[in-house]
Structure formats: structure tokens, C-alpha cells
């Protein structure tokens, strides 16, 4: 009964490649993120969506795509993978996207991108 | 986004109480106080938050300045299990829900 899951656990690919990283939530949540945590361990959001509507958009190259195709999913596709794509993906929810910023948000377990 | 300073690391032993503190001098008067730690390769998790009153629930308390340009987080009694990386993290209450983590603080529980 997992409440954020992401799929697969580990990525191990080549430079050059598409990958594409998966993310569910069955908390009936309405909103939707993705955070990366880079080898020095710092994390930082890339991207928000609500109900399927993108709302955060931080300054990231335009090689990563998020797409939800329900607002259970939040799926996050990466084009042409650089060696600085490595590191660790989190997916996490919370319950609306409100005015309140007390919305408590629900990590997945993350999934660790390595680009050779 | 307001920035918070806390210590890079602390060190405490099992089944004593842990006070970690956070300072948010530039805090504003609609920034909410969040904490979340991360345990070993895990994601973050939720432990508490406050606006201005102290707050306590089953995982921690949390003690928040008068002037609110400070709070530490209070762990009880610390078990091995608290060890983890904990987060201060302020974020305002109207339109913006991005967590902007800092480096947090590095928990260290000895046995």
C-alpha cells in the first residue's frame, strides 16, 4: 500500500539516451511533484503539477518533460541524457493545491539515475 | 524564498532528548515553519510544522521563537532510528507550494 511509488528503483543508461521515470500516488492527492538530489546531496524542486496542469516549472533544461496523463500520475521523461543527469529523482504529492501552504508533501522512495 | 541556517551536523545519544535549531531571521509574517528529515536512501518525510505557536504531534514538537526568527525542532527521547537529515524549511501561505530545502542538519544518534 505504497502511498507515492516510482518506477524503477535504479536507472542505469548511456549518454545520449531517453529514459523515462514513472510515478504514482494513491493518496487521492491533487497535486504533483518532481525533486532532484544531486550527488552533493542538495534538493531541489524541478517541477509542480496540478490536476494535469503544470504550475512550477523551475529552470530546467528543456530535455526534461513531465507529463500526467491523470492526477495520479506524474510521469517524468528525460531526452538525450547527459552525464549531469545523474542523480537521485523524487516524486511527491500533496492534498491541493490551496492557498495554504500547509499541505504536507509525501516523498517516493526515489529513483537513482546513473548516465555513464 | 526566505533562507534558513541551520548546523550541519549534530550528534546525541539513544534515549535523550535532541534539540535541533534553525534560524529564518528573514522570515515573514506569512511563512510557514516546516521540518522533514531524510533518512538513509529514503526520501524526505514530513515531521512537523508551525506558524507561530509551539506544536507537538507524535513524532517531534516544535518550539518557535517569539519574534519567530527562530524554532528548533525537539526530539523527545532519540532512537536509532531518528537518524537522518533534518530540514528547516519556510514556505509562504499563498500561492507558492515549492519546498526549498537547505543543506539541514545531519543527525547522528550514538548508540
Known amino acids: 500500500d505504497t502511498a507515492v511509488s516510482q518506477t524503477p528503483k535504479y536507472l542505469v543508461t548511456q549518454m545520449g539516451n531517453d529514459k523515462s521515470i514513472k510515478c504514482e500516488q494513491n493518496?487521492?492527492?491533487?497535486?504533483m511533484y518532481w525533486y532532484k538530489q544531486d550527488s552533493k546531496k542538495f534538493l531541489k524542486i524541478m517541477f509542480s503539477?496540478?490536476?494535469?496542469?503544470?504550475?512550477i516549472n523551475e529552470t530546467v533544461p528543456n530535455r526534461f518533460s513531465p507529463k500526467s496523463p491523470d492526477k495520479a500520475h506524474l510521469n517524468l521523461h528525460i531526452n538525450s541524457l547527459e552525464l549531469g543527469d545523474s542523480a537521485v529523482y523524487f516524486c511527491?504529492?500533496?492534498?491541493?493545491?490551496?492557498?495554504?501552504?500547509?499541505?504536507?508533501?509525501?516523498f517516493g522512495p526515489g529513483t537513482r539515475l546513473t548516465v555513464l | 524564498d526566505a533562507k534558513t541556517t541551520q548546523p550541519n551536523s549534530m550528534e546525541s545519544n539513544e534515549e535523550e532528548p535532541v534539540h535541533l535549531p534553525c534560524n529564518h531571521s528573514?522570515?515573514?509574517?506569512?511563512?510557514?515553519i516546516h521540518w522533514y528529515r531524510q533518512l538513509p536512501s529514503q526520501g524526505p518525510e514530513y515531521v512537523i510544522h508551525?506558524?507561530?505557536s509551539n506544536v507537538n504531534n507524535r513524532m517531534a514538537s516544535l518550539a518557535i521563537a517569539e519574534d519567530r526568527k527562530s524554532s528548533t525542532l525537539i526530539l523527545h527521547r532519540a532512537t536509532l532510528r531518528d537518524a537522518a537529515v533534518y530540514y528547516c524549511?519556510?514556505?509562504?501561505?499563498?500561492?507558492?507550494?515549492?519546498?526549498?530545502f537547505g543543506t539541514g542538519t545531519r543527525l547522528t544518534i550514538i548508540p
Open positions: 511527491a504529492s500533496s492534498l491541493s493545491r490551496s492557498r495554504l501552504s500547509t499541505d504536507t508533501q509525501y
Open positions: 493518496l487521492g492527492h491533487d497535486t
Open positions: 503539477y496540478n490536476n494535469k496542469e503544470l504550475i
Open positions: 528573514t522570515i515573514s509574517g506569512t511563512d510557514y
Open positions: 508551525g506558524l507561530t
Open positions: 524549511i519556510l514556505s509562504p501561505n499563498f500561492g507558492n507550494e515549492k519546498l526549498t
